[in-house]
């Protein structure tokens, strides 16, 4: 193998496997390294998000969902089914096979474009120089590369007061393998990792109680739209208690106890298995040598500009790794943002403000620019409009109607700011916004449309409707 390379990109997680293909089609000569490894001891590609997130807890929550939907929504159909029954080894086996499929999907890519694929760590040395130890036990190995782009992703916060145990005391990774339904779960976190795991548990029959230090849900989403998914997953049986700081965890005869403090009061609460789910931060601890000439800020995360370049103009940082939501779409558009700025194209940039997030509960949880309580904050001239899943004929025909649409927008020049929504398929309804925002559409762009009938998106439609008070399924404001 030559040494020498246009373009070294180390992780190969979304972000990383993005740049590499993109500069790769770009007729540069690149590598990634990559240091993870599965289960049975095999390098693979893809990362946090298909390895250990985004991939193997969609499959989970699919299954979960089904289960619940078996059990408890059939009969309304007129569908009797009797003798539901989990096997958990099966859905496990049906997680790693989905995962695999599309590890070894990311290899062949790399091969198909020509991307040198280095199992093993890497390390920026400085000046040019990455050092990449093999996975195979060979020696250390000096590279050479014009440019480089670290993707290193994340690793899940740990805390003191809830170590791990990697038996009743686990992180996502362990969450996302339990051999068996634990009767009691604990979750530390009510993000959305917290909140997506604690619902595949819960729905397969673990009685889950999450543990939240803050007063407040969901913070970046609407606070109609938070309330009304809060109110919906306690429905459910997701039991979240707020302003419950965790002090303490016992472990002893396969269970644990767990002291938090709420309202200055000490509490406790005894569980089989824990999550810890307090969030993520960058993995950059055994990245960068001394004396690499790129710096951290002041949160521990390579610290870059718009166009993730970092303090070393040779290097380029990018996902989880540098400011901005921890998301695998964010991590991946900055990937082939960078790899066609190496490329030669000087005015790639990204939009920043357009940014959709999901939390894949059920119904799903999805926005997109700016909520209610942050148009104030910012003293945006605002007007809002929302429409009710109730009234939808898509949505009842499905047994799905439950949920809300909140559009957001200028008072004066009606551009849409932003849309939350809590209902069925919002992951996919949040696309059309998204899109909207992109093309700086306003209000009336989407009253114009004309939304297939019936369809979910139609709640889309009259919420811009309801923005000026002309929704047709719903009773008019007063007006003034
Ligand atoms: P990563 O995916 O973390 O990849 C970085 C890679 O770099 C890793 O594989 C690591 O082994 C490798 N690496 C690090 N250091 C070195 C080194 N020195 N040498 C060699 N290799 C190295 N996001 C979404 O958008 N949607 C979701 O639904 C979603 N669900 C999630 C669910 C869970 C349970 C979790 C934990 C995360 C989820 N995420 C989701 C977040 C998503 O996984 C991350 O935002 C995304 O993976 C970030 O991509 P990345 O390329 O920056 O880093
Ligand atoms: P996120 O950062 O979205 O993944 O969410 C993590 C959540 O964990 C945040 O809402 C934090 O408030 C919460 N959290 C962090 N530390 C603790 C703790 N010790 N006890 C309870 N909740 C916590």
């Known amino acids: 193998m030559n040494d020498t390379f246009d ?97 070894q999907g990311i290899s062949g890519l790399f091969k198909a474009n020509g991307v040198e694929n280095l199992a093993g760590h890497g390390k920026y040395l400085g000046n040019k120089k990455v050092e990449w130890t093999p996975a195979n036990g060979e020696g250390a190995k000096i590279l050479t590369a014009e440019h480089i782009i670290i993707a290193g992703g994340s690793e899940p916060v740990q805390i003191s007061v809830a170590p791990l145990n990697n038996e009743t005391i686990v992180d996502s990774t362990g969450a996302l393998a339990f051999a068996a339904v634990p009767k009691r779960l604990g979750v530390i976190g009510a993000g959305v990792i917290g909140l997506e795991l604690g619902s595949v548990w819960s729905r397969l029959g673990a009685q889950t109680t999450i543990l939240e230090a803050q007063d407040v849900f969901l913070p970046l989403t609407d606070e109609t739209i938070s309330r009304e998914a809060l109110r919906t997953f306690k429905k459910q049986g997701l039991d979240i208690i707020f302003g419950a700081r965790v002090t303490g965890c016992e472990t002893a005869q396969q269970q644990v106890m767990v002291r938090y403090e709420k309202n200055g009061e000490a509490q406790t609460l005894t569980v089989d298995k824990l999550i810890v789910a307090v969030g993520r931060r960058p993995a950059t601890q055994t990245l960068l040598a001394p004396g690499s000439g790129v710096n951290l800020d002041e949160r521990g995360f390579i610290h870059v500009d718009a166009q993730c370049k970092t303090s070393n103009p040779n290097v380029y940082a990018i996902g989880d790794i540098v400011r901005g939501p921890m998301l695998a779409h964010k991590a991946m558009e900055e990937g082939v943002m960078v790899a066609e700025l190496i490329a030669g194209h000087k005015k790639t940039t990204m939009n920043y403000e357009v940014i959709p997030a999901v939390v894949y509960t059920h119904p799903e949880v999805a926005w997109v620019g700016m909520s209610e309580q942050e148009a104030k904050a910012r003293g945006e001239n605002y007007k809002v409009g929302s429409f009710s899943f109730a009234a939808n004929g898509r949505a009842m025909a499905a047994q799905e109607n439950m949920g809300t649409v909140k559009i957001i927008a200028h008072q004066e020049t009606d551009r849409i700011l932003g849309v939350h929504i809590f209902g069925p398929q919002a992951s996919e309804i949040i696309m059309q916004a998204v899109i909207a925002l992109e093309f700086g559409a306003s209000v009336e762009d989407l009253q114009l449309i004309i939304f297939a009938h019936p369809g979910l998106s139609e709640v889309l439609h009259e919420a811009a409707l309801a923005v000026d008070n002309k929704a047709i399924h719903m009773a008019p404001r007063k007006r003034k």
Do not use: F, W
């Not at 740049?19 to 089609?25: E, G, H, L, S, V």
């Not at 893809?46 to 997130?53: D, F, I, P, S, Y």
């Not at 009969?75 to 009797?82: E, L, R, T, Y």
């Open 7 to 103: 373009l070294i990109v180390i992780g190969a997680g979304p972000g990383g496997y993005h740049a590499a293909i993109r500069a790769a089609q770009l007729g540069l000569k690149t590598a990634c390294i990559e240091k993870r490894m599965d289960g049975k001891n095999n390098a693979v590609l893809g990362g946090t998000c298909l390895n250990v997130g985004c991939i193997p807890s969609k499959a989970l929550l699919d299954t979960s969902h089904h289960y619940v939907h078996t059990q408890h929504e059939l009969a309304a159909h007129g569908i009797q089914v009797s003798n539901v029954a989990l096997d958990v080894a099966a859905m496990m086996q049906r997680k790693m096979s989905i995962v695999e499929k599309l590890t």
